[in-house]
């Protein structure tokens, strides 16, 4: 690798011109059939799922790994989202077209949802990077077909309507990347889904109530901001605007820690944020500059995120009305990164974020990272975003069969702009082709996963039960 993005000599893009670079991908189908990539089967000697997932959470905070155990056992679904690490090393024995883009790594469905742009526009992009690293454009597509599949199942809809479910999406990736081949950088690069566009394109697709659900779930989106974080999550004490307790979902720091250990961790906290500030563009570092740190808390987050180490930072500006809620965030090696290879980036923080900023139509404007000494002991890498920003994530349960179907189709379109933005998108729609047989693939793909997935939750369940790990329902 001899470039910034780790996608290879090329930059992600070729030299060749568009006719050259649509005949690599025809080519590529003799290396991997678009057919091939309807087998999963389990790899002989394929380790054990819990294995994979103690693995991890040796690196994790103790007191939180039962809470993350007891999310994952919940139900098929939540065991898939905290799952990520088993996926890809199932992944990588599944057929590869040899063309790689940036990948989210964790492209379930949940990580798709609403978001505000700098313009204060309401956008639909994907959300999460923790693992992003450059790799099989596929795996992303796999993980989400996947996850259709798993949310399907719960909702009670049959083989034929599951099957409808993931085809719609991967055709939704196959013909966009098809459209977005056909365009030029700067239209790739400019090209996003705002919510206005998204909302008259799925009122064709949905019943009457479902599309009331649609412009609820808007408004609800923009309810969740900075002031609504602020109005939740804190409250007056002793004059000064302090988080509220919730643990262990919530802990303020001197609930935390004995008085020396929390006022070195304090310290490091508000030296991540200082020094993080210069990562930022210069007027986003002037803006920062404006806010005084007044308290520090540690959160829980998803799922497969519990047990890192995720702080909440409250800021305040020109008077206690005027809040700024920062969430730094542990990094580490990209669950990826065994079987696609290691970053290029040396701080796994400046990873996420150079991810997010390309795969993102738009990013947070306070997205930024850092490299912190001496937190808990050791060198841990950080990014930093905004806690919640018009945040708007979807209820599969409450999905209707032409509902999933919908968001399958935004979610497949997205994947592929994201995908369009590093990898040779011209490629790979040649690869894709204008036939179905893709599709069709990946359904048989996501239904056998969805089996695997099915097992491994299973597995942890039992877990549970003998008493091999400790679970905690919250």
């Known amino acids: 690798m001899d ?32 057919s091939a990539h309807a087998d999963y089967a389990p790899a002989p000697g394929r380790p054990d799922p819990l294995d994979v997932i103690e693995e991890q959470s040796r690196a994790r905070l103790p007191d ?20 990520a690490a088993i996926m890809a090393q199932d992944l990588a024995g599944t057929p590869q077209s040899g063309l790689r883009a940036q990948l989210c790594g964790d492209a379930h469905m949940l990580n798709f949802r609403l978001l505000a742009s700098p313009e204060r526009r309401l956008v639909f992009d994907i959300n999460d990077f923790d693992e992003t690293l450059p790799g099989p454009w596929e795996w992303d597509v796999k993980r989400l077909a996947a996850s259709l599949v798993i949310a399907a199942r719960a909702n009670g809809f049959d083989d034929l309507e599951r099957s409808f479910i993931v085809r719609a999406a991967v055709r939704a990736y196959r013909e966009g990347m098809r459209r977005l081949a056909g365009m030029g950088h700067l ?73 020396v250990e929390r006022n070195t961790l304090e310290l490091g906290i508000r030296d991540l944020i200082d020094r993080y500030s210069r990562t930022l563009e210069s007027d986003r570092r002037h803006l920062v500059a404006q806010y005084r740190v007044v308290d520090v808390a540690r959160k829980v987050v998803g799922v497969g995120s519990v047990g890192t180490r995720c702080w ?14 920062l969430q730094a965030k542990e990094a580490d090696r990209s669950v990826l990164a065994p079987y696609a290879g290691e970053s290029v980036h040396s701080n796994h923080g400046e990873r996420v974020v150079c991810g997010q900023r390309l795969m ?3 990013s947070d404007i306070f997205l930024g990272r850092q490299r912190v000494h001496g937190i808990d002991g050791r060198q841990r890498d950080f990014y930093v975003r905004q806690l919640r920003d018009w945040k708007g994530i979807a209820q599969p349960d409450l999905m209707e069969l032409d509902t999933m179907r919908a968001f399958g189709e935004v979610s497949g379109a997205t994947l592929a702009r994201a995908h369009a933005r590093s990898g040779d998108r011209i490629a790979i729609a ?18 056998s996963y969805a089996d695997q997935n099915e097992r491994d939750h299973a597995a942890l369940k039992e877990a549970v039960r003998t008493g091999r790990v400790a679970a905690e329902t919250l």
């Open 430 to 447: 040649a690869y894709l082709g204008r036939s179905d047989r893709f599709d069709r693939a990946l359904a048989e793909f996501a239904e």
């Open 360 to 362: 993102q139509a738009t």
């Open 312 to 325: 909440i930072v409250l800021l305040l500006g020109r008077d206690g009305r005027d809040p700024l809620i």
């Open 187 to 259: 239209e790739v690069w400019y090209s996003s889904a705002e919510f206005g566009q998204l909302g008259h394109l799925l009122s064709s697709k949905l019943r009457k109530g479902e599309r009331e659900r649609l412009t609820r779930a808007a408004a609800k989106a923009r309810r969740h901001d900075n002031l609504q974080a602020f109005g939740k999550l804190t409250a007056e004490v002793d004059g000064e605007r302090r988080f509220v307790p919730d643990p262990p979902l919530l802990v303020r720091l001197e609930d935390l820690l004995p008085d």
């Open 3 to 34: 470039d910034e993005t780790g996608l290879g000599p090329d930059r992600g893009v070729p030299p060749a011109g568009p006719g050259e670079r649509a005949e690599r991908g025809r080519a590529a189908r003799k290396a991997a059939p678009r």
């Open 64 to 83: 939180l790994v039962p809470v993350r155990y007891g999310r994952m056992a919940e139900s098929p679904f939540r065991f898939y989202r905290g799952a």
